[in-house]
Protein backbone atom coordinates (compact mmCIF):
# COMPACT_ATOMS: atom_id res chain seq x y z
CA UNK A 1 0.00 0.00 0.00
CA UNK A 2 2.76 2.13 0.54
CA UNK A 3 4.43 1.51 -2.87
CA UNK A 4 1.17 2.88 -4.23
CA UNK A 5 0.68 5.92 -2.29
CA UNK A 6 4.34 6.87 -3.28
CA UNK A 7 3.51 6.61 -6.50
CA UNK A 8 0.64 8.40 -6.85
CA UNK A 9 2.11 10.66 -5.10
CA UNK A 10 5.13 11.30 -7.62
CA UNK A 11 2.45 11.08 -10.48
CA UNK A 12 0.62 14.31 -9.00
CA UNK A 13 3.87 16.31 -8.22
CA UNK A 14 4.60 15.79 -11.99
CA UNK A 15 1.10 15.76 -13.59
CA UNK A 16 0.28 19.11 -11.47
CA UNK A 17 3.07 21.08 -13.26
CA UNK A 18 1.77 20.42 -17.00
CA UNK A 19 -1.68 20.77 -16.21
CA UNK A 20 -1.21 24.29 -14.66
CA UNK A 21 0.43 25.66 -18.25
CA UNK A 22 -2.14 23.54 -20.30
CA UNK A 23 -4.24 25.45 -18.04
CA UNK A 24 -2.72 28.87 -18.50
CA UNK A 25 -2.79 28.60 -22.00
CA UNK A 26 -6.42 28.17 -22.47
CA UNK A 27 -8.06 31.13 -23.90
CA UNK A 28 -5.10 33.25 -25.58
CA UNK A 29 -1.78 33.09 -27.45
CA UNK A 30 0.94 32.88 -24.70
CA UNK A 31 4.10 33.39 -26.97
CA UNK A 32 3.47 36.99 -26.62
CA UNK A 33 4.05 38.99 -23.32
CA UNK A 34 1.36 41.20 -24.39
CA UNK A 35 -1.74 38.22 -24.65
CA UNK A 36 -2.18 38.52 -20.86
CA UNK A 37 -5.09 41.09 -20.26
CA UNK A 38 -3.15 43.11 -17.77
CA UNK A 39 0.17 43.53 -20.13
CA UNK A 40 -2.54 44.58 -22.90
CA UNK A 41 -2.14 48.50 -22.11
CA UNK A 42 1.47 48.86 -22.97
CA UNK A 43 2.36 48.72 -26.52
CA UNK A 44 4.92 46.40 -27.61
CA UNK A 45 8.83 47.73 -27.73
CA UNK A 46 9.03 48.40 -31.33
CA UNK A 47 5.69 50.15 -31.21
CA UNK A 48 7.02 52.42 -28.15
CA UNK A 49 10.13 52.76 -29.46
CA UNK A 50 10.31 53.28 -33.21
CA UNK A 51 13.79 53.58 -34.60
CA UNK A 52 15.49 54.66 -38.27
CA UNK A 53 18.99 55.35 -39.19
CA UNK A 54 20.60 57.72 -42.21
CA UNK A 55 23.92 57.94 -42.81
CA UNK A 56 25.72 61.37 -44.44
CA UNK A 57 29.67 61.04 -45.41
CA UNK A 58 30.90 60.79 -41.90
CA UNK A 59 28.71 59.86 -39.29
CA UNK A 60 26.00 57.22 -39.10
CA UNK A 61 22.46 58.48 -37.22
CA UNK A 62 19.96 56.62 -35.77
CA UNK A 63 16.98 58.38 -34.54
CA UNK A 64 14.11 57.06 -32.39
CA UNK A 65 10.42 58.68 -31.67
CA UNK A 66 9.25 57.16 -28.25
CA UNK A 67 5.46 57.03 -27.61
CA UNK A 68 3.71 59.20 -25.13
CA UNK A 69 4.30 57.69 -21.34
CA UNK A 70 7.28 55.93 -22.18
CA UNK A 71 11.14 56.34 -22.08
CA UNK A 72 14.63 54.77 -23.25
CA UNK A 73 17.50 54.29 -20.78
CA UNK A 74 20.80 56.62 -22.04
CA UNK A 75 23.00 54.14 -20.73
CA UNK A 76 21.73 51.17 -22.99
CA UNK A 77 22.11 52.04 -26.48
CA UNK A 78 24.81 49.58 -28.75
CA UNK A 79 25.35 49.77 -32.15
CA UNK A 80 27.10 47.12 -34.24
CA UNK A 81 27.60 47.30 -37.72
CA UNK A 82 26.35 44.41 -39.76
CA UNK A 83 29.03 44.77 -42.82
CA UNK A 84 32.55 43.36 -41.41
CA UNK A 85 34.34 46.31 -43.84
CA UNK A 86 32.63 48.87 -42.38
CA UNK A 87 32.53 50.04 -38.56
CA UNK A 88 31.80 52.63 -36.20
CA UNK A 89 33.60 55.37 -33.36
CA UNK A 90 32.42 56.14 -30.28
CA UNK A 91 28.52 56.40 -30.21
CA UNK A 92 27.27 60.19 -28.85
CA UNK A 93 24.79 60.34 -27.04
CA UNK A 94 22.72 64.01 -26.22
CA UNK A 95 22.42 64.63 -22.33
CA UNK A 96 19.42 62.89 -21.04
CA UNK A 97 16.78 63.91 -18.53
CA UNK A 98 17.64 62.47 -15.03
CA UNK A 99 15.80 60.39 -13.21
CA UNK A 100 15.77 58.07 -10.01
CA UNK A 101 14.61 54.77 -10.81
CA UNK A 102 13.21 52.32 -8.32
CA UNK A 103 15.94 49.77 -9.44
CA UNK A 104 18.23 51.15 -11.31
CA UNK A 105 19.30 54.17 -9.27
CA UNK A 106 20.09 57.28 -10.81
CA UNK A 107 20.19 57.50 -14.60
CA UNK A 108 19.53 59.50 -17.61
CA UNK A 109 16.29 58.82 -20.11
CA UNK A 110 15.07 60.28 -22.70
CA UNK A 111 11.23 61.41 -24.01
CA UNK A 112 9.63 62.35 -26.97
CA UNK A 113 12.47 61.71 -29.50
CA UNK A 114 16.13 61.05 -29.47
CA UNK A 115 19.26 61.01 -31.97
CA UNK A 116 22.38 59.22 -31.45
CA UNK A 117 25.88 58.90 -33.89
CA UNK A 118 28.56 58.00 -34.53
CA UNK A 119 31.20 58.22 -36.72
CA UNK A 120 31.54 55.93 -39.72
CA UNK A 121 34.91 53.80 -39.88
CA UNK A 122 35.72 52.57 -43.11
CA UNK A 123 38.68 51.79 -46.04
CA UNK A 124 36.12 53.88 -48.56
CA UNK A 125 33.23 55.42 -47.75
CA UNK A 126 30.41 54.57 -50.38
CA UNK A 127 27.01 55.86 -50.54
CA UNK A 128 25.00 52.93 -49.77
CA UNK A 129 23.22 52.12 -47.26
CA UNK A 130 24.77 50.55 -43.97
CA UNK A 131 23.27 47.86 -42.29
CA UNK A 132 23.31 48.34 -38.58
CA UNK A 133 21.92 46.21 -35.71
CA UNK A 134 20.42 48.68 -32.73
CA UNK A 135 20.49 47.64 -29.05
CA UNK A 136 18.54 49.84 -26.91
CA UNK A 137 16.17 49.52 -23.18
CA UNK A 138 13.16 51.07 -22.39
CA UNK A 139 10.12 51.13 -20.08
CA UNK A 140 6.72 53.04 -19.34
CA UNK A 141 5.96 55.66 -16.76
CA UNK A 142 3.27 53.25 -15.70
CA UNK A 143 5.78 50.66 -14.30
CA UNK A 144 6.85 47.90 -17.48
CA UNK A 145 10.29 48.14 -18.51
CA UNK A 146 11.14 45.79 -21.29
CA UNK A 147 14.09 43.60 -21.58
CA UNK A 148 16.53 45.45 -23.93
CA UNK A 149 15.65 45.04 -27.31
CA UNK A 150 18.02 45.13 -31.01
CA UNK A 151 16.73 45.94 -34.22
CA UNK A 152 18.28 45.87 -37.68
CA UNK A 153 17.86 48.79 -39.47
CA UNK A 154 19.70 50.02 -42.76
CA UNK A 155 21.20 53.67 -42.63
CA UNK A 156 20.57 55.23 -46.15
CA UNK A 157 22.45 57.91 -47.48
CA UNK A 158 20.81 61.18 -47.08
CA UNK A 159 19.12 63.78 -45.30
CA UNK A 160 17.22 62.15 -41.73
CA UNK A 161 13.62 61.51 -41.48
CA UNK A 162 11.04 64.90 -41.01
CA UNK A 163 10.70 63.57 -37.30
CA UNK A 164 14.37 64.46 -36.91
CA UNK A 165 14.59 67.87 -38.77
CA UNK A 166 14.55 70.28 -36.57
CA UNK A 167 16.12 70.67 -32.94
CA UNK A 168 14.49 68.56 -30.34
CA UNK A 169 12.77 71.50 -27.93
CA UNK A 170 11.66 70.54 -24.11
CA UNK A 171 9.87 73.12 -22.62
CA UNK A 172 11.39 73.78 -18.76
CA UNK A 173 14.29 71.24 -19.39
CA UNK A 174 16.58 73.87 -17.74
CA UNK A 175 14.67 73.91 -14.96
CA UNK A 176 13.53 70.68 -14.69
CA UNK A 177 14.36 68.82 -11.50
CA UNK A 178 15.09 65.19 -10.63
CA UNK A 179 12.50 62.38 -12.33
CA UNK A 180 11.65 60.22 -9.20
CA UNK A 181 10.36 56.78 -10.66
CA UNK A 182 8.23 54.95 -8.14
CA UNK A 183 6.55 51.55 -9.52
CA UNK A 184 2.66 51.40 -9.33
CA UNK A 185 1.17 49.41 -6.38
Not at 138 to 147: A, E, Q, V, W
Request: with cysteine; net charge negative.
Amino acid sequence: MNTALASLLVLLVIATPVAAREASSVGGDQSSPFSHPAQREFLPAREAFRASAWRDDQRLHVGFIIAEDYYLHRHQFALESRNPAVSHGELALPPGVPMVHASLGEIEVFYDRVVVSAPIEALEITAESLAITVTFQGCSDRGLCYPPERVELDALYGSPPAAFDSPLVIPGIAKMERLEWIPPT
